[in-house]
């Protein structure tokens, strides 16, 4: 038996209450490939927009409001059915 893939994403919050997820966790939430993504890039407005979408597609198909339920859906459903572990980092 072959152990399930897993695909982490580390979250961390910051005093101020903010949300940082590795760019493992943006690709999910935006939709993108991570190679897209760099290091304090300004993220174009499309896709926030795109997020927003993918945020609320996941509700609608599995019940589940917020961030975490829909980084699950999505890496399930784009990962080959991988299980998502999300590490939060104070």
């Given amino acids: 038996m072959s152990t399930p893939q897993r695909v982490v994403v ?3 919050i910051t005093e ?3 949300l940082h997820l590795c ?3 943006l690709a ?3 939709g993108v490939p991570e190679s897209d993504i760099t290091p304090g ?3 174009p407005a499309e896709w926030s927009r795109r997020a927003a979408r993918r945020v609320n597609e996941a509700g609608a198909h599995t019940g ?3 961030l ?3 980084l699950g859906y999505w890496c ?3 990962r080959d059915g991988a299980e998502l572990v999300v590490i939060e980092q104070p």
């Fill in 28 to 30: 999910l939430l935006f």
């Fill in 23 to 25: 760019n493992t966790g």
């Fill in 68 to 70: 975490l339920a829909a």
């Fill in 16 to 18: 101020e209450g903010d």
């Fill in 41 to 43: 890039m300004e993220y």
């Fill in 10 to 12: 580390r979250a961390v």
């Fill in 64 to 66: 589940q409001l917020g």
């Fill in 76 to 78: 399930e459903l784009e």
